[in-house]
């Protein structure tokens, strides 16, 4: 998340940003992390949200 928000890896803070212009505000960010994925994989009724019912992630 800090990547897509600050436009450099987190190793590198004190580097200038890479295409600032590209960077996203922190709603931006939560969303892309969390809700915009699931419906990108038409999952966007089980997951994706926090709620009562969907799904998390699993690694199995």
């Known amino acids: 998340m ?3 928000r600050h436009r450099r890896p ?3 803070l004190d580097e200038p940003p890479h295409t600032p212009g590209q960077a996203l ?8 992390m969390t809700v915009n ?6 999952e966007e009724q089980l997951a994706g949200r926090i709620a009562v019912a969907p799904r998390a992630d699993r690694l199995s």
């Open 2 to 4: 800090a990547g897509a």
């Open 10 to 12: 987190t190793r590198d």
């Open 25 to 32: 505000t922190a709603p931006e960010t939560l969303r892309a």
């Open 37 to 42: 994925a699931p419906f990108r994989a038409g």
